[in-house]
């Protein structure tokens, strides 16, 4: 049994596909841009927040309009972003029982920082220790340095920590920061896609990923 967890959050831990795309199409009507699918914004999510808008912008937009696309997005997520927003079935309870078994955890996220904080406070206050989103100064996912640092607030050691996620990206950072990844495929990516990028364990359900967790 792993002693600390480091847990993606979009794709993991919540479904928050529903107000992401409706979040994003709304910035692209605003704007006059043709609208996304919800396919292809889950395929967009992942990178963080001006990566969807650039992925979701039509081809050859501009730096400077597609950075003012990313300004209504931000806004409009803001005040939207717990609309349709849950954690997946399992989920809360999974946690519960991982907290009392003395496991402590962690949230890093490439969704932006105060998006990250305000949901995990909002749903996983008792069970969560840190939550950790994109920011300046911080290398996002893949790159390793959020995770480095979450797991250094937790008080953990990285030998006896997994890294739990639902996507290529997720994997990848694992991988970049030498610990345990378990990859699940009931969230934003299907199994081939965790295999391609290296993923070893998938798990496709809450219940099979307890299992993996819980003695």
């Known amino acids: 049994m792993y002693s600390s967890i480091v847990w993606d959050l979009d794709g993991t831990l919540l479904d928050t596909?529903?107000?992401?795309?409706?979040s994003v199409n709304e910035a692209l009507r605003r704007h006059g841009m043709p609208l996304r699918t919800k396919d292809e914004v889950r395929a967009f999510v992942g990178n963080g927040i001006r990566n969807l808008i650039l992925r979701a912008v039509p081809d050859k937009t501009d730096a400077e309009t597609a950075e003012t696309v990313l300004a209504t997005f931000t806004s409009y997520y803001k005040d939207h972003m717990n609309d349709h927003t849950a954690p997946y079935p399992g989920i809360?309870?999974?946690?519960?029982?991982?907290?009392?078994?003395?496991?402590?955890?962690?949230?890093?996220?490439?969704?932006?920082?105060?998006?990250?904080?305000?949901?995990?406070?909002?749903?996983?206050?008792?069970?969560?220790?840190?939550?950790?989103?994109?920011k300046d100064g911080v290398p996002k996912k893949p790159?390793?340095?959020?995770?480095?640092?979450?797991?250094?607030?937790?008080?953990a050691e990285r030998s006896s920590t997994v890294f739990i996620g639902d996507s290529e990206v997720d994997v990848v950072t694992g991988k970049n920061a030498a610990l345990d990844v378990i990859a699940?495929?009931?969230?934003?990516?299907?199994?081939?896609?965790?295999?391609?990028?290296?993923?070893?364990v998938i798990c496709p359900t809450v219940e099979v990923l307890a299992d993996r967790l819980l003695p």
């Open 17 to 22: 596909l529903d107000d992401l795309y409706l």
């Open 184 to 200: 699940v495929s009931y969230g934003f990516r299907d199994p081939d896609t965790l295999r391609e990028a290296g993923a070893e």
């Open 92 to 134: 809360p309870a999974l946690l519960t029982s991982l907290k009392a078994a003395g496991v402590k955890m962690a949230i890093v996220s490439n969704k932006a920082d105060f998006a990250t904080k305000e949901l995990a406070a909002l749903y996983f206050a008792d069970t969560i220790d840190v939550a950790v989103g994109a």
């Open 143 to 155: 790159a390793p340095d959020a995770v480095f640092n979450a797991i250094a607030e937790m008080g």
